[in-house]
Structures are given as C-alpha cells and as structure tokens.
C-alpha cells in the first residue's frame, strides 16, 4: 500500500473510532423526563384510570419520544409546579404564561403551544356590566387563582384592587356563587367546563369584555444542563406547527392554538 493509501486508511479508521464518542453524548441525554403542572382543563387533565391526557399532556409525550426520552407526570397545585421547576425538581413545567416574575426562573420555549382568554366572571344577577375602565374595579371585591398571571394591566392594579385568592377553578367559582366576592378573574377555557360540571350555568356568566389573550408555553428550569433538552424540543415543535399537527391536536382537545 502506498504512504497516500496507509494516510487514508488511517484517517477512515480513526472516524470509525470516533462515531460511539460523537453519539454518546446524545445517548447520555436520553432519559426520564418529569413534566409538572396543575389541573388545566383539556390541557392537563388527570383520569380516573390514572392516564395523563389533553394537550399538553399529548405533545409532551410526542415531543419526548421525538427526543429520544420517555416522561412521566405529576399534578401538583400551581404554585407548588411552579417552584419545582424553579428548584429543577422538574424538568418541564405544562403550560404558564410569559410574566415578568417568571423569567428568573423559567427558561420559556420558543412558541407557545395554546392561547387563552383571560376574563370576568359575576353572578347572573343584574347589576354589574365592564367597560374596560380598571378605575371601576376599586369598589368590588375580586377572586384570583394562586400563582396565575393575568396579564400587564391586571398585575399593575392588583396591589390596589380587593383581591381573594382561591387555589383551584371550582373554589373560585363557589366565592362567587356565595356572594364573597364580586367578580372571578380566570379564563374561559379552565373555567366553562368546570361551571357545567358543578351545574352552575344559571348562577352564574361571563363578561364578554376580554381582559387579555394569554399564550400558553411550556417551561424549563433556568440553567444551562436543560439548555439542550429546551432546544430540542424547540426544533421537534416547529415540525409539529409547520406540518399542522398541532392544530389538528387542538381540535382533537378543543383547545386555541396560536
């Protein structure tokens, strides 16, 4: 063999040598991943068969295996999600919204994967009508969830505003059906479902006025060892928008999609 000859030998060798450390990296992210979030209706719902469903909980499971991963869930309240993922006790957090606080110690994926609107609920009684003045709100007592974002304006007048908190949908609900408050600030697609299933469609009714559209994300802990399992599910979520598949999983879960 000539001195040429032997030099590409050698150098084909040596790239056969390298292919388990090129691919090992890769292999070593592989793992069970733990994905965190609240009761949110068709967005993460808990069956009493004990399945995980709706669209987020869909588009996890699609986008780990994509990754070469597998997921479990837990459902946990709110803000206890939240500071999981914060404490990277998690490795993806189902659906916040982008808020100011949350940047600290939330890594956001690139697009979001619902939309929601974020309104006014009151008693069916007559008497209380919205015009979008937030100067109106001063007099009336207000019930928000814990641990949810409700937008710029909402956020800014909160400290001056008489403001409740409830944990779950359904308690929020029940503050304003007992006249504890007057409004129930929440969105129409965590909340409709839960009105029809405790039957309170004459007790109660929505504002048409929007306060705010939120988009929905997935989340990732802010540190650099969850910078590769975010990009890579990035990059799989853009296939899933770009081929429909995620409007066609919206459907499905008769959730908004961006």
Request: aromatic residues 12%.
């Amino acid at each position: 063999m000539s001195g040429a000859g032997q030099r590409r030998w050698r150098r084909r060798l040596l790239g056969l040598a390298l292919l388990p450390v090129l691919f090992a990296p890769w292999q070593a992210q592989a793992r069970e991943l733990l994905a965190v979030g609240a009761q949110f209706e068709r967005v993460f719902d808990y069956q009493p068969s004990g399945e995980y469903v709706g669209l987020g909980a869909e588009l996890v499971r699609i986008l780990a295996a994509r990754t070469g991963n597998t997921v479990r869930f837990r459902m946990v309240p709110w803000a206890r999600a939240q500071a999981m993922l914060a404490q990277g006790q998690a490795d993806i957090l189902i659906g916040p919204y982008k808020a100011p606080e949350r940047f600290a110690s939330m890594a956001f994926a690139d697009k979001p994967f619902y939309q929601d609107q974020i309104v006014f609920y009151v008693r069916q009684e007559p008497g209380f009508s919205w015009d979008g003045d937030y100067a109106n709100l001063k007099n009336r007592r207000l019930v928000m969830l814990n641990g949810w974002a409700y937008g710029s304006d909402m956020e800014r007048l909160r400290s001056s505003l008489q403001v409740s908190v409830a944990n779950n949908v359904e308690n929020g609900l029940k503050m304003l059906v007992h006249g504890h408050v007057d409004l129930f600030v929440t969105n129409r697609r965590n909340t409709e479902p839960v009105v029809a299933r405790l039957g309170l469609q004459r007790q109660v009714k929505v504002l048409p006025r929007v306060l705010e559209v939120q988009n929905g994300y997935f989340a990732f802990p802010r540190s650099p060892e969850f910078d590769r399992l975010r990009l890579q599910f990035d990059q799989e979520f853009n296939t899933l928008v770009e081929s429909g598949e995620l409007k066609r999983l919206g459907r499905r879960f008769e959730v908004t999609t961006p």
